[in-house]
Structure formats: structure tokens, C-alpha cells
């Protein structure tokens, strides 16, 4: 998930677009797969809870400082897929996942789509910051309060650098 959401903080359609259908079909594809992954995460959320825990060392509000984290990029990555359902429901031309998945049946709203545009945008990059915020707290607790947080979500072939 984190070089999906990487690369699309990073490559908007506007970038992909100049390089040709293919580029933007890749791009697309990408997209799907991104999404496709944060529905699946959501539901196992709502389904089963939080997969982390905070660990013993977190204490009091460091410990609702991480359940708050999660939850918000958990539920932020739900709402910007269903702002992106939003853009193609009001979009005036089908559009489709991966070159192949239509979206929603486009109704051609234009001033509607411009404002789901714009929110899909921001809440998108303010997840963003959270996800860096989220980051910056595993990376303070690693060091800090020697909890091997970063061991814990690392593949073990990066241990060696932790």
C-alpha cells in the first residue's frame, strides 16, 4: 500500500496523460489495484477491528494517538474511494477502472463534479499528511521507545537496516 500511496501523491493524470494512452492506462490499472486493496482493508477493519495494536510502552494518550491514526487513514482511503465512485456517477463521460471496470453510470453533472474533484484532491493529499504523521510516529517510537516498531511492519530482509 505505502508505494501506491506514494506514487499516487506523487503522479496525478495530469503527469501520466502526456506520455501517451498506455502510461495513463498503466496509471489506471494502478489505481484499481490501490483501491481494490483499501476497500479490502476497510472491510477486514469492520469485520475483525484494528489489525495493530499499540504495544506496552505506549501509554495514555500516545495509545489513542495511534488507534486515531489508523482509523483516519483507514477511513480516509475508504472516502476517497467513494469520492472516486462520486467522480465518475457525476462525470459526463463513463469512466472506467483499468481501462475496463466502468466506475458508476456517468450523469453528467458537471458543477457537482468539479466539488467532488476538489474534495477527492484534498482529502486525498490531507491523507497524505496524516500517512506522513503516521510514519514520523513509528519512526519516533522505534527510536525513542525502543519498541522495534519499525522490525515489527518491516519485511525481516530490511531488518539488518533497523
Not at 489489525?51 to 495509545?63: E, F, I, M, N, V
Not at 483499468?98 to 457537482?112: E, K, M, S, T, V
Amino acid at each position: 500500500m505505502v508505494p501506491l500511496f506514494v506514487w499516487f501523491l506523487i503522479v496525478t493524470p495530469d503527469v501520466v496523460v502526456p506520455f501517451g494512452p498506455t502510461a495513463f492506462q498503466i496509471h489506471s490499472t494502478l489505481a484499481l489495484v490501490f483501491v481494490s486493496l483499501s476497500l479490502a482493508w476497510f472491510a477486514d477493519m469492520l469485520r475483525r477491528g484494528l489489525a495493530s495494536r499499540p504495544g506496552p510502552k505506549l501509554t495514555g494518550r500516545l495509545r489513542t494517538l495511534h488507534r486515531v491514526m489508523h482509523l483516519t487513514l483507514i477511513w480516509g482511503l475508504f472516502f476517497v474511494a467513494l469520492t472516486g465512485f462520486l467522480l465518475g456517477l457525476t462525470s459526463p463521460i463513463l469512466l472506467k477502472a483499468g481501462g475496463f471496470l466502468p466506475i458508476a453510470p456517468p450523469l453528467g453533472l458537471r458543477a457537482a463534479n468539479e466539488i467532488v474533484g476538489l474534495v477527492h484532491i484534498v482529502e486525498f493529499y490531507a491523507l497524505g499528511v496524516v500517512a506522513g504523521g503516521h510514519a514520523a510516529f513509528h519512526i519516533w517510537r522505534h527510536y525513542r521507545l525502543r519498541d522495534n516498531a519499525l522490525r515489527i511492519m518491516a519485511p525481516k530482509k530490511l531488518h539488518k537496516f533497523l
